[in-house]
């Protein structure tokens, strides 16, 4: 194949209709008419002498050529557009730039929040948007809608198609209030069970301390269900009990009235990670906003 004829924006829309799956959307993402991609898409047809996306009643399919495709196209990309940046030109002291991260309240709380104190005076041009963990948020990070992802591991089963690294782990601990009439120092697994509980969420999506209580089989009186960081204060005054995490229950334990317990059962503890495409791996802003991450989680790590 020549390559003086071929039009490197066919592999441009060619990562566009893979990511969305759908010309109307593809055509969106690239800023341009549904006619000019669907013109485009028989050029790629073309191109590749394969149909690479064909009609499956209302959604549009790959091609094995197409599915085979995606990765070396991709890696094509970043290899250009690191030519055509000239290299390393992120300046946190300059920069303006704004990055979109993926992560439920409990997270935004405890680990995001020394990057955001941070910012006015490590990259003051620096502003984050930061959304909450919805059904579709591996959609979004595919889809490279996000710049990154901090999700608990053992919530996200797909973290391995992606660059991702480990930054913490945290234990449960049980919640109540702190002048709670019939739990002392220790509350025992009947308590646990026989007492009104509030369920945590992220969401739509079922926490991972949930699923764990369903898989032990340990039974629960749900009153009421809440996001992580709304959780512990709504025990106060209550007779509830609920599961924490520990980085924030530690955290929030005297304005929210409440005490923190040991667990009267045996959970396995979170792992939280951050996950990011192939195309944002090298590049010189992402990597500087994941190494600030790194430094925070470490520096959390020796906090007592």
Do not use: C
């Not at 996000?146 to 391995?160: C, G, K």
């Not at 699923?211 to 025990?235: K, S």
């Not at 992402?286 to 790590?301: M, P």
């Amino acid at each position: 194949m020549d390559l003086r004829r071929v039009d490197l924006n066919l592999l441009v829309a060619f990562d566009a209709l893979m990511a969305e799956r759908s010309v109307t959307q593809a055509a969106e993402r690239l800023s341009i008419g549904q006619s000019a991609m669907s013109s485009t898409l028989g050029r790629l047809r073309k191109l590749f002498n394969d149909p690479i996306l064909t009609r499956d009643g209302r959604h549009l399919v790959a091609s094995p050529l197409a599915e085979s495709l995606v990765v070396p196209v991709k890696d094509v990309l970043i290899g250009v557009e690191s030519v055509l940046s000239g290299g390393p030109r992120f300046d946190p002291a300059t920069a303006e730039r704004t990055f979109m991260i993926i992560a439920n309240d409990y997270l935004s709380m405890t680990f995001l929040q020394p990057l955001i104190a941070s910012l006015p005076y490590e990259a003051p041009g620096v502003r984050l948007t930061i959304v909450p963990t919805g059904e579709d948020f591996a959609e979004l990070l595919r889809r490279d809608r996000a710049d990154l992802l901090v999700i608990p591991r053992e919530a996200f089963p797909e973290h391995s198609y992606f660059p991702h690294q480990v930054l913490f782990r945290d234990r449960y601990l049980v919640a109540v209030d702190k002048d709670h009439p019939e739990v002392g120092d220790e509350i025992t697994m009947e308590q646990f069970s026989e007492l009104p509980y509030l369920a945590t969420s992220s969401g739509h999506l079922r926490s991972v301390s949930e699923m764990q209580l369903d898989f032990l089989g340990i039974p629960r009186r749900t009153e009421i269900t809440a996001g992580f960081g709304m959780a512990p204060f709504l025990l106060a005054g209550t007779r509830m009990v609920t599961l924490v995490h520990e980085r924030l229950g530690r955290r929030v334990a005297d304005s929210a009235g409440i005490r923190l317990l040991e667990l009267p059962m045996v959970l396995q503890p979170i792992t939280e990670i951050m996950a990011w495409t192939r195309r944002t791996d090298r590049e010189p802003g992402h990597r500087w906003l994941r190494n600030r991450l790194l430094e925070i989680a470490q520096e959390s790590q020796t906090e007592p």
